[in-house]
């Protein structure tokens, strides 16, 4: 089956579907060719039925959150790229518990969590991804992870099978997860809060916005920080200190606010990003011997 005869079964099915997507509306960097299907799945059966579809005919498959750790090429993605969304969004609270479908943003997590006095993932708040983007890639900020408040994950693995992986199976490290570099899918997950006073935890997260506010470019489209935490310091301060700051390639530029961020600054192409990755990486390496690791993560044809 080729990518038209997808495209045709898809649209003889019920699904929630684009064809020639353009990725730059679906990634917080505002960058990327089109692709060729995206589907956003409403259900377990649905998401079954787009994969083993796929598979069957060799197609690739992408699975994306909120797009917001993501680069996409310019020639964007041939394939399927399966967005996990508000479609795959349905929470329950019981308790100090709460069960999430991975689609839900961590932003609107942060508010139920708040709405019902329940404190433990304020910081997770400003963080523009999705829940399931956030347990791949181990998301934190502010001294908390989401590996502090996550203890149960059901996912679809390679060989098509639902399974629940408790906390010891979860392998949560700094910005990695036992779901990272798989192709394994997060669809809900279960956190442990604890009970807090509404008003403080509403406070804390306002503060904590604020803070992002000032630091960060949050004018520009970008995917939050460029690269890893390296083992021997910070990245930022490392880039700050080669006078990296305002670097530019093309559209792409090292952000004045924070050394940290690469910013689409003016219509940038994943190319101008690629390459700005690059100079920044050799830079620093020629004056610390330290390989910065790109946190953001490039799909889509070269
Ligand atoms: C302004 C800004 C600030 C940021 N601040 C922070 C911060 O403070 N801390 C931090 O950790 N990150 C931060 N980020 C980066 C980003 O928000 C996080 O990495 C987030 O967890 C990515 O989630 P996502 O849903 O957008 O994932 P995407 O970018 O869509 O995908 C990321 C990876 O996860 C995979 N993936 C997504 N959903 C699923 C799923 N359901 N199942 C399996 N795989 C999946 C994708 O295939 C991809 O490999 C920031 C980004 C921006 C733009």
Same mark, same amino acid.
């Given at each position: ?14 699904? &929630? ?18 692709? &060729? ?34 680069? *996409? ?16 969004? #349905? ?58 408040? *996550? ?11 639902? @399974? ?6 979860? &392998? ?17 997950? #279960? ?65 004045? @606010? ?45």
């Amino acid at each position: 089956m080729s990518v038209d005869s997808m495209k045709q079964f898809i649209t003889q099915g019920d699904f &929630d579907y684009i064809f020639d997507a353009p990725m730059c509306d679906y990634t917080t960097l505002k960058i990327g060719g089109k692709a &060729d299907i995206l589907v956003q799945p409403r259900s377990i059966e649905e998401l079954t039925l787009i994969i083993s579809k796929a598979k069957e005919n060799n197609i690739d498959t992408f699975f994306i959150g909120n797009g917001s750790n993501l680069l *996409v090429r310019d020639k964007g993605i041939r394939g399927i790229v399966i967005k996990f969304g508000a479609n795959f969004a #349905k929470t329950t609270v019981e308790g100090e518990i709460i069960t999430a479908q991975s689609g839900i943003s961590l932003s609107k997590l942060a508010c139920i969590c708040a709405d019902n006095g329940l404190s433990g993932f304020e910081f997770a708040a400003g963080i523009p991804g999705s829940l399931g983007g956030g347990i791949v890639m181990n998301a934190g900020a502010y001294k908390g992870e989401l590996k502090d408040v *996550v203890f149960s994950v059901t996912a679809l693995t390679e060989s098509g099978e639902i @399974k629940t992986f408790n906390e010891d199976e979860l &392998d949560f490290s700094y910005r990695h997860s036992c779901f990272s570099h798989t192709n394994m899918l997060v669809l809900e997950a #279960k956190l442990r809060l604890e009970k807090g006073n509404k008003a403080e935890i509403k406070a804390k997260i306002a503060e904590l916005a604020q803070k992002r506010r000032t630091t960060q470019p949050l004018e520009y489209p970008s995917a939050g920080s460029a690269f890893k935490r390296p083992m021997d310091g910070f990245a930022a301060a490392m880039i700050d200190s080669c006078g990296l700051k305002g670097c530019t390639v093309g559209g792409a530029q090292i952000s004045q @606010k924070h050394a940290g961020f690469l910013i689409n600054y003016q219509n940038a192409t994943a190319n101008d990003v690629t390459k700005l990755l690059h100079h920044v990486q050799e830079v620093v390496f020629s004056k610390y011997g330290t390989m910065l690791e790109p946190e953001i993560i490039t799909i889509g044809e070269e």
